[in-house]
């Protein structure tokens, strides 16, 4: 009998995961194992229980739009925002035309500037992501339930999972790698194993020779409100044009709103916290008689700067230096935007990568 391969997956997050879903589903006679340097999974998508709020929080807010196929299955029917305007802070017109708001829209999808997005990623969007039918323009957020919803649900396709176990390096030997040294010890690749590397751009530099790509940072502040906060229209998703803020979620006992490019904010984050409250009022015609408690969240490395220079040093494949080792993770899929569907495509890449090389 043939020994059983195994998938060393080093990363936990959104690609590491679904690398493991989508070899439990097509190949359930491969061991796959996941390494993750937190105690936690999910990387960036991830909940947790905050004991200063007295709730479960999010570590960020995220969005899933009708369009991605794969997330849109973790997305009950009947709780689809099926129409999500934007509202003009300059003149507080709320419009529900995707065209008119077409910038905003692509600074929701991409977390950068839309004049430096770049034009490959713009066209992705465009043919795969953009909501041309009703279905592909329903929008969800996630309401503190990250873990519950998504990431417990795809862990378990994983054989084995090792918390806290952060990779140092790759031990090569004849030209493949044939060691990992973790933080408490080493593992053995044996012969027809492979190692798909699901790390964010930073932290795969540290173990193998990538290019390091310039980041943008987002800014999530969740309001523990005492009663459902009611936007225009009673709806419970706005974007936000020529404003401070970009993007309003609401739901039943919080508020949580979202600050993408944060960078270009000077204001530290209290002060941040109290002038997106003070937008979020103006959102709704009134003048609150004080600000609910608040759980400021900032991610200095969210996402890769997806303008074109960036874009452009971005992975063509999900090849390494080593032909045992593959890449996965949303910075890897150049022309894509990154988002947790483009997460999940680059791990289907990888593990159908390292499945032709056996």
């Not at 589903?25 to 061991?31: E, G, I, L, S």
């Not at 950068?112 to 490959?120: G, K, N, V, W």
């Not at 960036?310 to 022309?335: C, H, Q, S």
């Not at 680059?346 to 990568?353: D, N, Y």
Request: hydrophobic letters at 40%; aromatic letters at 10%; one cysteine or more.
């Amino acid at each position: 009998m043939l020994p059983q391969r195994t998938y060393h997956i080093i990363g936990g997050g959104i690609a590491g995961l679904a690398a493991a879903w989508y070899l439990k589903r097509h190949y359930p006679d491969v061991r796959s194992i996941i390494y993750e340097a937190a105690e936690y999974l999910g990387g960036r998508a991830y909940s947790y229980d905050d004991a200063g709020m007295e709730m479960r929080l999010d570590n960020a807010v995220h969005m899933i739009m009708g369009a991605d196929c794969f997330m849109a299955g973790f997305v009950k029917k009947n709780e689809w925002c099926s129409r999500v305007p934007f509202i003009d802070m300059r003149d507080k017109e709320l419009s529900f035309s995707y065209h008119r708001n077409l910038r905003q829209f692509f600074k929701l999808l991409c977390n950068t500037e839309p004049r430096e997005i770049s034009p490959a990623i713009c066209r992705t969007i465009i043919r795969n992501t953009f909501p041309w039918s009703s279905r592909q323009r329903r929008m969800w957020c996630s309401e503190q339930n990250l873990s519950q919803r998504v990431i417990n649900t795809l862990a378990a396709y994983a054989d084995e999972i090792h918390r806290e176990t952060r990779l140092h390096k790759i031990k090569a030997q004849f030209g493949v790698a044939a060691q990992l040294e973790f933080s408490n010890g080493c593992v053995d690749i044996a012969a027809g194993d492979k190692v798909i590397i699901a790390l964010d751009n930073f932290n795969c530099s540290k173990v193998l020779p990538v290019i390091p790509l310039e980041h943008n940072q987002i800014v999530n502040i969740i309001y523990r409100t005492s009663q459902r906060i009611f936007l225009p229209g009673k709806i419970s998703l706005i974007g936000v044009a020529n404003g401070f803020t970009d993007r309003v979620c609401v739901n039943d006992k919080s508020l949580s709103v979202t600050i993408f490019n944060g960078s270009s904010r000077d204001e530290k984050l209290p002060e941040q916290a109290l002038k997106s409250w003070q937008e979020v009022d103006k959102i709704r015609g009134v003048n609150s008689a004080f600000m609910p408690p608040y759980k400021a969240l900032c991610c200095k490395n969210a996402t890769i700067c997806q303008d074109k220079g960036n874009n452009e040093r971005r992975p063509d494949n999900a090849l390494t230096i080593y032909p045992n080792v593959f890449l996965a993770g949303d910075w890897t899929m150049k022309n894509y935007p990154c988002r947790m569907e483009t997460a999940v495509k680059s791990a289907i890449r990888a593990v159908k990568t390292a499945i032709k090389t056996m």
